[in-house]
């Protein structure tokens, strides 16, 4: 079993910064995908970020080069920098972590939102 935790959401003015993070416990195995999703009200679930085990990133295209996701596999967190924040961004932020292969698990954290102002 895995645990998901985000923290670092918040209130934050358009064109501001903000660090969210996603600490994982439990069995984690390297070939998984940690990713960050988001969801807008009357909106459906999207990706944003995600990054696998070896480093390789994808981003959606409204955030791309706006936006950073890392990981720390020795410490089993997820970051994602979010720089020069629009509304549109406003939403609840969930931390996955979802591993396709043998031992196949799909996780979700509980979420944190994230409000952007005009």
């Known amino acids: 079993q895995v645990q998901l935790v985000e923290s670092g959401g918040g209130l934050v003015q358009a064109g501001g910064s903000l660090r969210l993070s996603c600490a994982a416990s439990g069995r984690i195995f390297s070939g998984d995908v940690f990713g960050w999703y988001r969801q807008a009200p009357r909106k459906q679930r999207e990706m944003v970020a995600t990054v696998t085990s070896g480093g390789t990133t994808n981003y959606a295209d409204s955030v791309e080069g706006r936006f950073t996701i890392s990981r720390n596999n020795a410490k089993n967190t997820v970051l994602l920098e979010m720089n020069d924040l629009k509304p549109e961004d406003t939403a609840v932020y969930y931390c996955?972590?979802?591993?396709?292969?043998?031992?196949?698990?799909?996780?979700w954290g509980q979420g944190t939102q994230v409000t952007v102002s005009s």
């Open positions: 996955r972590a979802n591993r396709p292969y043998i031992p196949r698990y799909d996780y």
